[in-house]
């Protein structure tokens, strides 16, 4: 997954000076791979954010745009490392990859 959507942002931010996720076009994309990813899917969520925690891409249409409150999420993108959460219902991986 985390290959997956390396590749998509390699591919997008290819010959640009500057590449920034919050960018309309390169949110678009990103929302179109998002889309065409999860169809084949079986994700609870999935959530792609920027490192102001603005949620770029979600499963769930009403996300995008909002920022993300999980608190294990912030930790996570501030320590720029991987954490896992377990809980009841299933266990949530939260991959971060800086370019």
Request: hydrophobic content about 40%; proline content about 3%.
């Amino acid at each position: 997954m985390i290959q997956d959507f390396q590749t998509i942002v390699d591919f997008i931010s290819r010959d640009k000076k500057e590449f920034a996720l919050n960018h309309p076009l390169v949110k678009k994309e990103i929302q179109e791979f998002v889309r065409l990813y999860l169809r084949e899917k079986g994700f609870y969520e999935f959530l792609i954010v920027d490192h102001h925690l603005s949620i770029i891409a979600s499963k769930r249409s009403d996300l995008i745009n909002k920022s993300s409150t999980d608190p294990l999420l912030r930790k996570t993108v501030q320590a720029g490392e991987l954490s896992a959460e377990i809980e009841k219902s299933g266990a949530f991986f939260r991959p971060i990859t800086r370019k």
